[in-house]
């Protein structure tokens, strides 16, 4: 079941988990305080229980120490954040700052600092109450917290090394592949011209729905579309594709149906949510932009790294990979009595494959190194692919070769490209058509 997307532009915010913590935290204060006072001192044993002067010396020293490893991760962080700006792509920091890890730590810490301030504004002495166990629980929370802290230098140490940058990304964009792609086994490509709706769109003028905010389109609701649509006895086109930046008064749908001056627009932009700033939630793209982005940085002369750069490329095959056998020609949806509802725009694995490799192709060219690399992932989504992705891939890789300058190469670097595009040719069942450099 996916999340829904509330939910999910929620989740995308740095301060959401540490703001739910915070919360939490002053609730649990409050709870502790009504526990301490409902019960005897009697109740628990003298150990787990201080005194009104020890408490506020203990809530004390925990807050200010709290408060002191919080603003130190938050120091932390600036520097990774700076490493990725400096050294990555300025679009991979959202990805230290959205990780689970880096917001729940954060949470810890604020949530101990709130609880352990909440304590010694409630804590009072009185006539029945004069020993006080919620102390004792602040010390377990900050022993806790040490435990977090050593996790935070870890975490750290792990995420400022771009190899662990390129898997998380990696990783994140096939999931959200497998999230909003079906395979193309399970749904059978579209023959738009099968649907006779499709010709009268042309016969009849659209109405059209703009947007009522700018922003970057992080997610289109399809489901609930084609279910408007079907209630509304509409056909509609998105206009607009996911990560494009939409202007207010923006073209974002396009509609025809007998009584469109009847529609409430409001439901319909209800579906589109849009953000400040692109994420990876449903656009694919994003999550390639930004392995193209760490990929041409190591490209660059300022850099000079090629290992990184092959890591790059071995990740964007790993994507392109799963995206080969998805159904990207979807572009049509039909509500359950198979009337045409949604129209989006169509996308085809060949304009992924260019814009991929396009970049790294010119700037690194001249990079033996770069270029076998780029061969080899051809090979890895070939291998794992039908007839159709072999025969495009293939071209692809003509595409490739023919900017390598093979007047200024040296022998050996040419017989090492041959021997990789040998093995492409054979892999997407083209031996014959392979003519040596």
Known sequence: MKDHPTWLMLRSHFWFIPAVY???SILFAWLSVYVDYLLRDDFFPPFFVVDLNLAHTLLSTIASSLLTMTTISFSTIMVVLTTYLSQFSPRTMQDFLTDVHTQRILGVFIGGFVYALILLLLIRETDQQSFFLAPTLAVLYAIVCVGFFVFFVHHVGRWIQVSNLIHHITRSTIQSIHSNYEDEEIEARDEPWKDWESEELTLIEPTYI??????????VEIEKLV????????????EVGLGDFIEKGTTILSFWGKNTSEIDSSLYQQLFHVGEERATIQDIDFGLTKLVEITLRALSPGTNDP???????????????????????????????????????????EDYLYRCYYQIRHYGIEDVSVVAAMIDSLQLIAAQNDRRIKEIVWQFSRYIQQGIKQETMLELDRSYINEKVQQLAIQTEHAHDHHPL
């Open 210 to 219: 703009f947007a009522e905010k700018s922003g970057y389109l992080l997610i």
């Open 22 to 24: 915070g919360i939490t």
């Open 307 to 349: 290992n990184t750069a092959i890591s790059g490329i071995r990740a964007l095959a790993r994507i392109l990979t799963v995206l080969a056998k998805k159904n990207l020609h979807r572009s049509y949806y039909n509500d359950q009595y198979e009337s045409l509802r949604v129209m989006v725009k169509q996308r085809h694995f």
């Open 227 to 238: 279910e408007q649509a079907r209630d509304d006895d509409v056909i509609v086109k998105v």
